[in-house]
């Protein structure tokens, strides 16, 4: 475990859960289109605002997570590591290089994959996307 490798504790924060997709949980895509077909006419056009039936939009996930990014960023700590879904990683590398949520999907988050961001109160940086390994200093 990572917690046990670099002797830190372990915080479990629900903000950084995936995206509640709502009725679509646990359907395949497939399913979704055939199921939500007249839906998704006007969810494709703002997507980043109408959320799916019963779940939450992205721009929601981006209020939710972006409270944890900011509260980080105030705290004195020098690394932090955010085990997460795709879509947190997304919205959070959107919003911290002021692109618009739409352009989330031209991230590929590859499963498994690490990327690096340097944060400040006053900028960000990113340092790595989707690599296999990281070079890091000691945490």
């Known amino acids: 475990m990572i917690s046990d490798k670099y002797n830190k504790k372990l915080i479990n924060d629900d903000r950084l859960k995936e995206i509640w997709l ?11 289109t055939v199921l939500y077909k007249d839906f998704l006419q006007e969810w494709y056009k703002d997507n980043v605002n109408i959320k799916a039936p019963g779940g939450e939009s992205y721009k929601e996930l981006q209020e939710r997570v ?3 990014i900011k509260e980080i960023t105030n705290e004195d700590w020098k690394h932090v590591l955010i085990v997460t879904h795709g879509a ?33 109160k006053y900028k960000s940086k990113l340092l790595a996307l ?4 990281i070079e890091t200093k000691e945490m």
């Open 22 to 32: 709502g009725e679509w949980e646990g359907l395949t895509w497939k399913e979704v």
């Open 88 to 120: 947190v990683i997304r919205t959070i590398l959107c919003t911290i290089m002021g692109m618009d949520l739409q352009n989330r999907n031209k991230f590929m988050i590859e499963n498994g994959s690490i990327s690096q961001i340097e944060l400040s």
């Open 130 to 133: 989707n690599c296999k390994t």
């Open 66 to 68: 972006m409270t944890v």
